[in-house]
């Protein structure tokens, strides 16, 4: 029995993993998917015919720089998305390495793990990215922004991780591994790995979200990388042109509904996910 | 005994988070790409295009090693960088030369601090509230409804309630102004009115996005803790629901919601930097983001610190008025 916890068939229908579940996967697929149907540069200024009102051809019209918004959107959440996903897997990670080491190394070792952790919990990772930021003044890379969300956003996986590390030290079928003369590590990957599995997954979704969340409030701000379309950037660009006054207001409605959507839909997932897991839990 | 531990414990641990934060602050930019003096010079460069020799290029180099403490080596560098920071000595600004980087931070604190004290608390305090009825009533529809704006409202990111709020009160209802105006001078009633009502929107955003948490995370909490044997005792005592609620529920209850606010500190502020500079409000935030484009390092460097020195002194604090409500610390259980 390589996984006891392995999850029995779904027993009960969850709702909020649902609705999460769909929102998700029609904004994924959506932006996935489209982008192979264009040839156009969705960021190209000056492609189209400014401030055009919404229409067959431009759904959601165009801006006052020429681009076409509902395409600009698609892009940007894909952009947005692939970041939060990468940052994402970086974190998981780092995390569950560091947090599950940190609970059953102990010692000096994992008072210093929980002191990082500590700070990094505490210390504000926006500042920071707004004095890289104006460092490499406005050519901060994709992947340069992603480095320092993994860098700054490891602590609070990390540290749920660690007091489910705790807990699961003490217990009887981890004593008994012990006893049988199993090493550290296969007792990680064995016995404890399918217990913070679930944790992971849900760990996972708000890192996404996390990740999302920073990059876009640090383009709207205008200090992430402007030219790529991700959805801080493109209300960056609506705000700058003052999409409202200038009569185009679906320039910064249609972003902040996408952000909604997607958050929302993340938020339920992981949270829908989390309750079902629960259930399962305690039948198992 | 076991009190003086646990405040000497988190005293420590408070140093080792500022230093460990000044630390990074320090050696994070040097590791990146670019190099800030370059950059300026670079700058500099295309304003004045050909007309700049190669000695006053240097020169410009010279002066701002020496400005930004850039010159000897990188061990040299950091220790005249805590010093600075130990006599809170950032320099001078760039951008409001000759002007201490000091002075400017002091001018924008009390908004920053003002602003986000003020909603922290309420927020806190109004989803707490929220959360612990909906909680202990939450066989009742209108607990699902509170609990259903809660979902709606919490995943949402600051800059968005930030501008559904402008769109809402400032462009469709113009109730408020889209940007604040402060009366200048001494305060005065009619000042403090002015500021209370040009701090209205950023307010509301930040309650706004700490509400849900709150409401969420206390609910699940009454749920669980309403069921509690000693709660039930107090059932059967024939104590009433609401001296329950508040005495009983909301009293164990709320140590891990101070818990979770000592950890969203840094969270907070990053959302109050957001909505400062989306409502042009006066305070660091704003000043970080007028900083970062003038590149004013100084002002930024400065700005970063005493964030750093906030945020953990903040959490300092609730950490030390904590064992108030949690006898199990005071008295050593």
């Known amino acids: 029995m390589s996984q006891p916890t392995k999850p029995r068939k779904l027993r009960k229908f969850n709702l909020r993993l649902a609705i999460g579940l769909t929102i998700v996967t029609i904004l994924a697929a959506g932006s996935l998917i489209l982008p192979f149907f264009t040839s156009v540069d969705p960021a190209a200024q000056g492609t189209y015919l400014k401030n055009l009102p919404p229409s067959a051809k431009h759904l959601l019209g165009t801006n006052a720089l020429g681009q076409d918004i509902f395409w600009y959107l698609v892009f940007a959440v894909r952009n947005s998305l692939l970041l939060g996903v990468t940052v994402s897997i970086g974190i998981t990670a780092i995390s569950t390495f560091l947090g599950l080491s940190a609970g059953f190394i102990g010692g000096w070792y994992e008072r210093v793990v929980v002191v990082f952790m500590d700070t990094f919990i505490t210390i504000p990772v926006l500042p920071i990215l707004i004095v890289l930021g104006a460092i490499v003044r406005g050519n901060t890379s994709f992947f340069v922004v992603a480095a320092i969300l993994i860098v700054f956003g490891w602590a609070w996986n990390a540290r749920t991780i660690r007091s489910m590390a705790l807990t699961l030290r003490e217990r009887e079928f981890i004593n008994m591994a012990r006893f049988s003369g ?20 849900v760990g996972f979704i708000n890192t996404i979200l996390f990740a999302i969340n920073t990059e876009a409030a640090l383009a709207v701000i205008g200090l992430s990388n402007v030219v790529i379309p991700t959805l801080g950037s493109i209300i960056f660009w609506a705000l700058n042109y003052n999409a409202i006054m200038i009569g185009q207001p679906l320039w910064i409605i249609a972003p902040i509904v996408t952000t909604v959507a997607l958050f929302l839909g993340l938020f339920l997932t992981s949270t829908g996910y989390n309750e079902l897991f629960a259930e399962r839990r305690g039948v198992a | 005994m076991k009190l003086a531990q646990y405040v000497v414990q ?60 850039l010159q000897g080596d990188i061990f040299t560098q950091y220790r005249n960088y805590l010093a600075r920071v130990v006599r809170l000595d950032f320099g001078p600004s760039f951008t409001y030369y000759p002007e201490p980087v000091s002075n400017i931070l002091l001018d924008a604190m009390p908004w920053t601090a003002g602003l986000l004290i ?189 964030t750093i020195f906030s945020v953990a002194t903040a959490a300092l604090i609730l950490d030390l008025i904590y064992p108030l409500f949690d006898p199990r610390i005071r008295l050593g259980g």
């Open chain 1, 182 to 201: 199993a090493g550290v590590m296969p007792i990680i990957g064995r016995e404890i790995f399918p217990y913070v599995y679930a944790f992971m997954v």
């Open chain 2, 10 to 69: 988190r005293f420590i641990g408070y140093l080792l988070v500022l230093f460990i934060g000044i630390t990074i602050t320090f050696f994070l930019p040097r590791l990146m790409p670019g190099d800030p003096i370059n950059n300026y010079i670079s700058q500099v460069q295309a304003r004045a295009g050909q007309s700049l020799s190669a000695e006053a290029t240097q020169q410009l180099r010279d002066s701002l090693a020496e400005l930004y403490g």
């Open chain 2, 118 to 306: 003020t909603t922290t608390l309420l927020s806190w305090l109004i989803g707490n509230s929220i959360g612990l009825i909906a909680g202990y009533f939450n066989k009742r529809r209108w607990a699902t409804v509170l609990e259903v704006v809660g979902i709606i409202l919490y995943p949402i990111p600051y800059y968005i309630l930030a501008l559904v709020v402008i769109l809402l009160f400032a462009y469709w209802i113009a109730l408020f102004p889209l940007s604040p105006t402060f009366l200048p001078g001494p305060m005065t009633w009619n000042k403090a009115v002015s500021i209370i009502y040009n701090s209205f929107l950023p307010a509301l955003t930040l309650i706004l996005a700490g509400f849900g948490w709150n409401v969420l995370a206390m609910k699940a909490l009454a749920v669980a803790t309403k069921e509690d044997a000693y709660v039930q005792f107090a059932r059967l005592k024939g104590t009433t629901d609401r001296t329950r609620m508040t005495n009983y529920v909301f009293r164990n209850a709320m140590l891990p919601q101070i818990t979770a606010l000592v950890l969203s500190l840094g969270f907070i502020f990053n959302g109050a930097i957001q909505t400062e500079v989306i409502f042009s409000y006066p305070g660091i935030g704003m000043t970080m983001r007028a900083a970062a484009g003038a590149g004013d390092y100084n002002l930024l460097y400065g700005a970063i610190i005493l």
